[in-house]
């Protein structure tokens, strides 16, 4: 069965760095999604993407954080400069075309220090 | 601005007996709705789904119900197992532009005692 899937699982960086974080969303999904789980929270939309360009992003998507589809079928955010209220499980989804589900992967736990 | 929410944190139901998880939300222009559950480090697993033209859906031991004029849905799980332990997500999208992001609520920890 296709899934989505995220690397690193887990990453520690130190306040200021820049991370970057990777996703391979399922090959015939058009659709592609960043949200975060602050622990102990909800998750939260980050951006969608669609057609190689930003549909839509939260008030939490500033500056710091761009989205990118390098190739075919990498899907990548990057935060330039880390702050420690970044740390959080990032999760990339990816939906077909039409309404239907988004499928998440299993997240990404970036830890800043 | 909570869009939806899910006011009970956590669910004890006994193995065999039917779970039954609420959702509230108050955006009318959501027309699509979904159940995730969500084990610990790892990601939402989809469920089911509803649209807004709809009241009811089933999938094996899973329906999801919507009530729009009260802007309230329900998973019912029968018969409960102990597998079915997890966090549970409800989750809503839809408006003008809809780029299909999901709002999602605080969920429900379900615990399914044997």
């Known amino acids: 069965e296709p899934e989505v899937t995220q690397t690193p699982s887990h990453q520690v960086t130190q306040m200021g760095q820049e991370v970057i974080l990777r996703c391979v969303p399922i090959s015939n999904h058009l659709y592609f999604y960043w949200y975060r789980q602050i622990l102990g929270q909800k998750v939260e939309f980050l951006v969608s993407f669609y057609n190689n360009e930003i549909s839509e992003k939260s008030e939490i998507f500033d500056d710091q954080f761009s989205v990118e589809r390098p190739d075919g079928s990498n899907f990548t955010l990057k935060i330039r400069s880390t702050k420690l209220e970044d740390s959080a499980m990032y999760f990339c989804?990816?939906?077909?075309?039409?309404?239907?589900?988004?499928?998440f992967g299993q997240g990404t736990r970036l830890t800043v220090v | 601005d909570q869009q939806v929410k899910q006011n009970s944190p956590s669910l004890s139901v006994q193995e065999g007996r039917i779970s039954i998880l609420n959702c509230d939300y108050t955006n009318s222009m959501f027309d699509y709705f979904l159940w995730y559950k969500k084990y610990p480090a790892e990601g939402p697993t989809f469920l089911i789904s509803?649209?807004?033209?709809?009241d009811k859906n089933e999938d094996g031991r899973f329906t999801v119900f919507l009530n729009k004029s009260a802007k309230h849905l329900s998973l019912h799980i029968v018969p409960s197992q102990p597998g079915d332990s997890a966090v549970y997500f409800c989750?809503?999208?839809?408006?003008?532009?809809?780029?299909?992001?999901?709002?999602f609520g605080q969920g429900t920890t379900l615990q399914v005692k044997p």
């Open positions: 989750a809503a999208s839809g408006g003008s532009g809809n780029t299909g992001k999901l709002i």
């Open positions: 509803i649209s807004s033209i709809k």
């Open positions: 989804a990816s939906r077909r075309e039409g309404v239907g589900e988004a499928f």
